[in-house]
């Protein structure tokens, strides 16, 4: 849970003015452990650093339409990237890319029509 910049400056307050850390954890509802990690690394958040995406957004976007069927290693064989990486920025652009019902029916009645 992220603590407030402000509450966590009122504890260390507290720990200056005499408070012991344990006594500040219970009245606070707070892990020593935070307490001691606040005093000794400051109560600055630090932000996560992201990666770059592999993937083109706008590529993907053009795959998508071009192929609708495609599998996801399909498109990655065709993007150059890995199908773990198709997959996480399909979810990014919100794309649920599924089979259409409609079209593995079309082939199943074809193959059937074609066996006769």
């Keep these: ?64 339409e071009n192929y609708p069927d495609a599998f996801q290693y399909e498109r990655a064989k065709r993007l150059g990237v890995t199908a773990s990486a198709i997959c996480y920025a399909l979810k990014q652009l919100k794309i649920s890319v599924k089979k259409r019902r409609a079209n593995t029916q079309n082939k199943n009645q074809n193959s059937e029509i074609s066996t006769i």
């Design 1 to 64: 849970m992220a603590y407030s910049q402000d509450l966590r400056k009122q504890i260390l307050k507290s720990v200056a003015s005499g408070m012991t850390i344990r006594q500040a954890s219970a009245f606070y509802g707070i892990s020593t452990h935070t307490i001691n990690q606040w005093k000794r690394n400051g109560i600055e958040r630090k932000k996560r650093q992201f990666k770059p995406l592999k993937v083109n957004h706008e590529a993907l976007l053009k795959d998508v």
